[in-house]
């Protein structure tokens, strides 16, 4: 049994390494000035000329050191000098701040743009635009019959939707919808499995469906079997599993062709806590290759958790996108989901379940 990595902490604020100025002690005006002490002047530079600004500005500086030949500086007694730090060991050179290296703008993983769904007189999505940079851990929330599972199922090529884009590594979904699916691994909400089948069989078959030759469907089965905890069960039909085992199943057939994005309708939906760690770290470690996850969930705590950017989505639009942290602010995903869901209803009307029948 696995657990979860535990979540790195947040980085705190850089310390500035230079360290502060000292303002340097002034004179009081009332003050006389004493004179500058004579100094040896300096040769005379015979270099070629710099430009008139700076020959300005470096005539005038050496004028007033030297106190010799322009008429200004001359003229004018020098200016008070700052006290000279005491000789002696150099102080430590302070060093610049080294900036911070800016990350390149990662590649759009998956791109929902514009989407239109309508069943008969219910719009189910109202024009939802998404961008999942690659190696996203992205997680979908909202309401029930916000269209969450519409918009996955469009998302994965299995529902037309009425207008819009959804391109997966610069593949269009529904103008290249092989090429698209190959770089796809799907989990629907509504699971439509061939339930006659085994496990193992289910899994074999959706190897070789992605292309994959024998040898490495048997490895890879193998492999997923252990990693779900499925030894016990996929001798036997897929009819016969429980809701968390069909969906761990599922999820392995999901996962065997190793696509580059994953679309993963409510996960852990029925799944025990034990199998729930499991799928995290396996996701995460996914995540942290390069893929991408796509999931939704009603569980906020999760999606909190373990996703790194978030969209709200609340009767067909989205609300809210974005990091995770930025989307919530100082608030829990679950009050800001509250507030845009459109808050909680009173438990008002029911009093008749109180009067308990005989
Ligand atoms: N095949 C369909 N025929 C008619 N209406 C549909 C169909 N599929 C979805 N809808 C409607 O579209 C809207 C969005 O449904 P969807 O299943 O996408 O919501 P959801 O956010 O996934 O909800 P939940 O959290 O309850 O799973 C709902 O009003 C739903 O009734």
Avoid at 336 to 346: C, D, I, M, P, S
């Amino acid at each position: 049994m696995s657990s979860l990595p535990e979540t790195a902490p947040e980085d705190g604020p850089v310390a500035n390494p230079v360290a502060p100025v000292e303002s340097l002690p002034q004179k009081p005006p009332s003050e006389p000035e004493k004179p500058a002490p004579a100094r040896t002047p300096r040769a005379r530079k015979t270099t070629q000329r710099t430009p008139r600004a700076a020959t300005a500005s470096k005539t005038s500086t050496t004028a007033a050191r030297s106190g010799a030949s322009g008429t200004t500086a001359a003229a004018k007694p020098r200016a008070p000098r700052a006290p000279r730090a005491p000789r002696g060991k150099a102080a430590p050179k302070t060093q610049a701040p080294t900036p911070e290296p800016i990350p390149e703008p990662k590649p759009t993983a998956l791109g929902i743009r514009q989407l239109y769904k309508r069943f008969g007189g219910t719009v189910a999505l109202d024009g939802v635009s998404i961008d999942v940079p690659e190696g996203s851990f992205f997680g979908l929330v909202g309401p029930n019959g916000a269209g969450k599972t519409t918009m996955l199922s469009i998302v994965s090529g299995l529902l037309r939707p009425d207008s819009g884009q959804v391109v997966v590594h610069d593949v269009d979904v529904w103008k290249q919808p092989e090429h698209a699916k190959r770089l796809i691994g799907v989990l629907p909400d509504r699971l439509r499995l061939f339930d006659r089948l085994t496990g193992a069989q289910l899994l074999y078959y959706s190897g070789t469906l992605r292309g994959l030759d024998a040898h490495t469907v048997k490895t890879r089965v193998n492999d997923l079997v252990e990693a779900f905890g499925l030894e016990g069960a996929v001798g036997r039909l897929v009819a016969d599993y429980s809701a968390g085992m069909t969906k761990k199943i599922a999820l392995a057939a999901a996962l065997i062709h190793s696509p580059r994005v994953l679309v993963l309708d409510e996960p852990f939906e029925s799944v025990d806590p034990v199998s729930a760690a499991n799928i995290t770290e396996i996701l995460q470690k996914y995540v942290a290759a390069g893929g991408t996850v796509v999931l939704s969930s009603h569980s906020m705590d999760l999606i909190q958790r373990i996703c790194d950017r978030v969209a709200i989505l609340v009767s067909g639009v989205v609300l809210d996108s974005g990091t995770a942290d930025e989307v919530r602010g100082q608030k829990t995903l679950e009050e800001r989901f509250v507030e845009l869901a459109g808050g909680r209803k009173a438990a008002e009307g029911l009093e008749w379940l109180h009067s308990f029948s005989e």
